[in-house]
């Protein structure tokens, strides 16, 4: 079924990178399975490519253009039909975006260039139109609900029966945690809760007179509103400070932060990290610069492509990078340093792998080194800053006598949208900021410097009261010590405080559950997993985020195998296929090589989630055992270890498709719910053991060499197709099913 029919039962994104090569395999397959049963399963095209299209409409010919399918699936989740699997999307930084539309462009599309400093109004308009792009624009549309995030029974028991390599902490290892003192987000931070509903505007009184930087913010009655800004002095002077340290320690510097989901906020302090770490560079050659188009916020990278002919700057940064510390590498071999790319080190994945690692961290020289992990923001540094001290202390995990971590996390109508709200800013003159409310009344003030980032986000009743209850819930269904994880001392947590427990009370169960702020959340967690035993983190947005990633890297070896609901408020349920990202490197190593070592577990885990909610939905019993079936096809590729292998001439993503399709349909194959279904695939099951030799040949053909995808944003369907899909045995199976 088309994107353009009637709404399909379930709706798998479309998506990028990895995951999407990945469902160019395996969507044929869950397809045909589901058309057994009469189960229809249909796409939108959430990915980062599509969605530019879908924002220029008026420029592209009839058969260039796409319907605004984030839109259409915005509305969706809001229905208690809705059925939808979403897999991991780009939330695209600037160079992502820049790099998105020149491939565009270069395919014929008649799109705008990324106007960085806007003057027309066309310019203003394409700006706003890409700026509603970047960043984590699909989660707050698509988050109707909050998040319940959790290992799979059968994945938390293959990983502690296999247990992964862990990096030894050493006592005296150099690594460590550094955050600004004040003057941060953290510090500055105010709060308050609204008592009746509220339209409110954000202005800049300055010498100049007043500059409204946003009106017309709406806010229904119980909203926690928050206001907070990080100094731009002070930043700097922490980072020059840092680099200083670190040099003298001897160790790797690197900034962990996330340039993504942070869309305005971390983009800037990135920027202010390359210009501390060539000061000297900039004073002398900042004009200079400017002309040749540099822009700190976009990396390194960027930085030196613009000024690579101009040699005087190039030995000045020469010069400067002799002397500064060695700097943690993404990519050592290729010279692609931490300050590179924004993008490219998002600190949710970066400070997992650096602590599975045993705090190491790779250097310029190709070998591990200790790191300065640099987070200027003190609101989560913490939680890394624990994490570190207790492996200094403690050694290393142990995933085969782990507990497990679940999550849940406040999410729903954008809550504590930090930096991909539209109410960030870099001040433009010294002043004061107020967030005025319709009635006159000033929410917030707050005084600030030019180049200071001021930023507000909010958490709604309704979505802070479901979270509650869905914590509740998950604690009764498991009996797992539960830890809500605020800080009295934070302005915002203090008045989710005021909310959490009045609930808690009302409910009879204010004994069953726990408050800590993050840093004491972090070591009592970690004690207790340690232990073997389990517990619940309920937190706010970005812990949900960034917890989601640590425990999982740490327990399971990555954060892609999670099982991740999200019970819509409406009734509707949105299956997140893991929380590990869109995989740049496996695409870049499919491309080299054809081996793409994605592995789709997470996407096994949530379709049979969502066969399941649908029997329940639509009282479909042939779901249910579809779902049944998928779980058994997954025990089945954990038990005989049909998950994809990391390197050329091991089996990838595709012979597990190929496993999965198989422990499917013999699955379904003996189950007597459903004679029908069973009859039905009796020959499939059969057919596919039967050409196992053939498929397994056919899928490894071509392996090693480069694979032509037609694109890398944009990549053309046929060309993925054939990489995605080369046993003409294996297709012919799926086919037999249509």
């Not at 027309?120 to 308009?125: T, V």
């Not at 029974?153 to 247990?163: C, E, G, R, S, T």
């Not at 509740?472 to 001392?489: E, P």
């Not at 870049?588 to 939905?617: I, K, P, T, Y």
Request: charged share 25%; with cysteine; proline share 5%.
């Amino acid at each position: 079924m088309t994107a353009e029919s009637s709404t399909p039962d379930i709706i798998y994104t479309k998506v990028d990178e990895a995951p999407e090569l990945a469902s160019a395999s395996l969507l044929p397959v869950i397809q045909a399975f589901a058309g057994t049963a009469g189960i229809s399963v249909g796409t939108r095209d959430i990915s980062l490519a599509g969605r530019i299209i879908a924002a220029f409409p008026e420029r592209l010919s009839a058969a260039q253009r796409q319907s605004d399918d984030l839109a259409i699936l915005g509305d969706l989740v809001k229905q208690p039909e809705a059925n939808v699997i979403k897999l991991p999307n780009i939330s695209a930084s600037v160079p992502q975006l820049v790099a998105a539309i020149k491939e565009l462009q270069s395919q014929g599309y008649d799109l705008p260039d990324y106007p960085e400093d806007p003057a027309s109004e066309a310019e203003k308009d394409a700006r706003a139109r890409y700026d509603a792009i970047k960043g984590s624009a699909v989660n707050p549309v698509l988050r109707e609900g909050n998040s319940d995030r959790r290992a799979a029974v059968a994945v938390k028991n293959y990983a502690k029966a296999n247990p992964h390599r862990m990096g030894d902490w050493s006592k005296d290892s150099k690594t460590r945690v550094a955050a600004m003192s004040g003057d941060d987000f953290f510090s500055n931070e105010a709060s308050a809760t609204l008592g009746a509903a509220a339209t409110a505007k954000i202005v800049l009184e300055s010498a100049a007179g007043e500059t409204v930087l946003k009106e017309g913010v709406k806010y229904p009655a119980g909203t926690v509103v928050d206001a907070t800004f990080m100094s731009a002095k002070a930043l700097d002077a922490f980072l020059a400070a840092e680099i200083e340290k670190t040099k003298a320690e001897g160790v790797l510097f690197s900034l962990h932060m996330k340039a993504t989901m942070m869309k305005v906020s971390d983009p800037i302090i990135f920027g202010h990290a390359v210009k501390a770490w060539l000061a000297p560079v900039f004073e002398k050659f900042g004009d200079r610069m400017t002309a040749l188009g540099v822009n700190p916020n976009s990396g390194l990278g960027d930085l030196l492509a613009r000024v690579k002919d101009d040699a005087e700057i190039m030995a000045a940064i020469d010069a400067v990078t002799a002397q500064r510390p060695p700097m943690y590498m993404v990519n050592s071999d290729k010279g692609i340093t931490n300050l590179h790319v924004p993008s490219d080190v998002i600190i949710d994945a970066s400070m997992p792998a650096l602590i599975r690692a045993g705090g190491k961290g790779w250097g310029p020289d190709g070998k591990e080194h200790d790191c300065v992990c640099v987070i200027p923001d003190n609101s989560y540094a913490p939680v890394y800053d624990a994490a570190v001290e207790f492996f200094k202390a403690n050694g290393k995990l142990n995933p085969a006598t782990a507990g497990t971590v679940q999550n849940i996390g406040l999410m729903a109508q954008k809550a504590e949208e930090y930096g991909s709200h539209p109410t960030t800013f870099e001040i433009p003159a010294d002043g004061t900021v107020k967030m005025i409310l319709d009635d006159g009344t000033v929410l917030h003030s707050q005084k600030v410097e030019k180049g200071d980032i001021w930023r507000s986000a909010s958490a709604r009743k309704a979505p802070i009261e479901d979270w509650v209850n869905l914590a509740i819930d998950r604690q009764r269904l498991t009996g797992y010590r539960a830890i809500f994880w605020l800080d009295a001392n934070r302005a915002h947590d203090a008045e989710l405080i005021k909310m959490v427990k009045p609930i808690l009370e009302a409910k009879g169960v204010a004994d069953k559950f726990e408050i800590m702020a993050p840093r004491e959340a972090t070591v009592a967690t970690l004690e207790t997993i340690t232990k073997g035993d389990n517990t619940i983190a309920i937190t706010g947005n970005v812990l949900r985020d960034y917890l989601t990633d640590l425990f999982p890297i740490l327990e399971l070896a990555t954060s892609a195998k999670m099982l991740s609901i999200v019970k819509l408020m409406q009734g509707g349920g949105l299956f997140e296929t893991g929380a590990g990202g869109s995989a740049p490197k496996h695409v870049q190593q499919l491309v080299e090589e054809n081996h793409l070592r994605w592995d789709s577990l997470g996407e096994f885990c949530a379709l049979g989630e969502s066969f399941r909610f649908l029997a329940e939905a639509k009282e479909n019993s042939a779901a249910k055992v579809l779902g049944d079936a998928v779980d058994a096809a997954t025990q089945g590729i954990l038990d005989h270890d049909r998950s994809p292998g990391r390197k050329v001439g091991q089996p990838d993503n595709r012979d597990s498709h190929y496993w999965f399709a198989r422990y499917w349909a013999e699955a379904l194959a003996a189950q007597s719910a459903d004679a029908g279904l069973a009859a039905r695939f009796a020959p499939v099951a059969k057919a596919l053991a039967e050409g196992e030799a053939a498929i397994v040949a056919e899928l490894s053909a071509g392996r090693g060499k480069p694979a032509d995808l037609g694109g890398y944003y944009h990549a053309d369907p046929a060309k993925v197709a054939g990489v995605m899909r080369p046993s003409a045995t294996f297709n012919a199976v799926i086919a037999s099913l249509g």
